[in-house]
């Protein structure tokens, strides 16, 4: 009788590496900038009204330049307000907020949490900033905040991080911002603690992937006895009663807005970001539903697993500009010109849709 082997046991992930979650960042927007100061010397940082985008660095890729050149061609350079979509649920993830110091090479030197902060030293001389030659870190928590944040070398700071889904899906931009008011607005809006989620939460069920708007608004705000207006961060669900019905049921993603204007028809694929299309409700009962909801639902199994992503947010956003919005009307519509219904769409067929009602905006 031949002895029993032990199974070899699998390893599939490396502790702690495999906790590690990082958004795929394409850009920066910023709230303000420096200019030169009246009389000469430093810069000095002044707070705008609007949207400002980064321009990519030197060592940028050709898709990041690509993609700052789509941004100010589509938005414009002081765009006040941003169709936006949120990459998924973790306020971790979303909007992190810490405490943060960062020393002059813009590395990070401490940042906490409010209670608790880890501080990084140099382990020859134990100071965050020193000329020894040693390149050995050490890390140590210590009580937070501190001395440093009533000197001003420490700052709050929220990290929000956005999807621009009318120029591409495949990462995030991030915005940072200092504001007490904005971050605790934004808290307000996202917040997943469980006992007091955000009202954008409590609203909709869920914050990814959920068309919403972030906007600069002007707000008279107080700090050390002097009025300023400053303007600060707006989130919100521009949606009407109806899609918001369709997002708290989970049958079907609400239509994205109608963009301000048309998009560039050479956008890049998005490959990186698995699990966007938007599904054909095959439970659905009536064609006339059919033919809506297989552009907007986001439960069920494709129809036909070769339409992509953006053939069907292409042929949403072609719908909202042709005033085809209502079901019955674009089920008509492709009857009369003897297109496919949704519910055997292919991705040449959804080419076929595309290219008829790009027609049919232009016969308009």
């Given at each position: 009788m031949s002895e029993m082997t032990t199974p070899r046991r699998r390893f599939t992930r490396v502790k702690g590496l495999a906790m590690q979650k990082r958004l795929p960042r394409i850009g920066k927007i910023r709230l303000g900038r420096k200019v030169a100061a009246k009389r000469g010397g430093a810069e000095r940082p002044v707070n705008l009204d609007f949207f400002y985008f980064v321009e990519p660095p030197e060592d940028a890729t050709e898709m990041q330049v690509e993609y700052y050149r789509r941004v100010l061609e589509h938005y414009g350079d002081a765009p006040k307000q941003l169709p936006i979509m949120l990459p998924c649920e973790s306020m971790d993830q979303v909007f992190p907020t810490s405490y943060s110091m960062y020393g002059a090479n813009n590395r990070i030197k401490c940042h906490g949490d409010g209670e608790e902060a880890e501080r990084f030293l140099c382990e020859s001389c134990g100071q965050m900033a020193c000329r020894c030659e040693s390149t050995g870190i050490r890390s140590e928590m210590r009580k937070c905040p501190c001395e440093e944040l009533e000197r001003r070398q420490c700052r709050l700071v929220g990290r929000l991080m956005v999807v621009l889904y009318e120029i591409a899906l495949d990462g995030v931009w991030q915005i940072d911002t200092g504001s007490i008011n904005s971050i605790v607005d934004l808290t307000s809006a996202?917040?997943?603690?469980?006992?007091?989620?955000?009202?954008?939460?409590?609203?909709?069920?869920?914050?990814?992937?959920?068309?919403?708007?972030?906007?600069?608004?002007?707000?008279?705000?107080?700090?050390?006895?002097?009025?300023?207006?400053?303007?600060?961060?707006?989130?919100?669900?521009?949606?009407?009663?109806?899609?918001?019905?369709?997002?708290?049921?989970?049958?079907?993603?609400?239509?994205?807005?109608?963009?301000?204007?048309?998009?560039?028809?050479?956008?890049?694929?998005?490959?990186?970001?698995?699990?966007?299309?938007?599904?054909?409700?095959?439970?659905?009962?009536?064609?006339?539903?059919?033919?809506?909801?297989?552009?907007?639902?986001?439960?069920?199994?494709?129809?036909?697993?070769?339409?992509?992503?953006?053939?069907?947010?292409?042929?949403?956003?072609?719908?909202?500009?042709?005033?085809?919005?209502?079901?019955?009307?674009?089920?008509?519509?492709?009857?009369?010109?003897?297109?496919?219904?949704?519910?055997?769409?292919?991705?040449?067929e959804a080419d076929r849709i595309i290219d008829a009602l790009q027609e049919e905006l232009v016969g308009g």
């Open positions: 996202l917040d997943d603690t469980p006992d007091s989620p955000g009202y954008l939460r409590t609203m909709l069920g869920r914050i990814s992937m959920v068309p919403l708007v972030l906007r600069r608004e002007p707000r008279i705000t107080m700090h050390q006895g002097q009025r300023a207006v400053h303007a600060t961060l707006k989130i919100a669900f521009g949606g009407t009663m109806t899609e918001l019905k369709e997002v708290r049921t989970g049958l079907a993603r609400p239509a994205l807005p109608e963009p301000s204007r048309m998009m560039d028809e050479s956008r890049p694929e998005s490959p990186h970001l698995d699990g966007d299309a938007l599904p054909a409700d095959a439970a659905s009962a009536r064609e006339e539903e059919s033919a809506e909801q297989c552009l907007t639902s986001d439960n069920d199994d494709l129809a036909a697993p070769e339409v992509t992503p953006e053939q069907k947010l292409r042929i949403v956003d072609l719908r909202r500009q042709t005033e085809m919005r209502s079901a019955e009307k674009f089920t008509a519509w492709l009857r009369e010109r003897k297109l496919p219904q949704c519910a055997s769409l292919t991705e040449p």
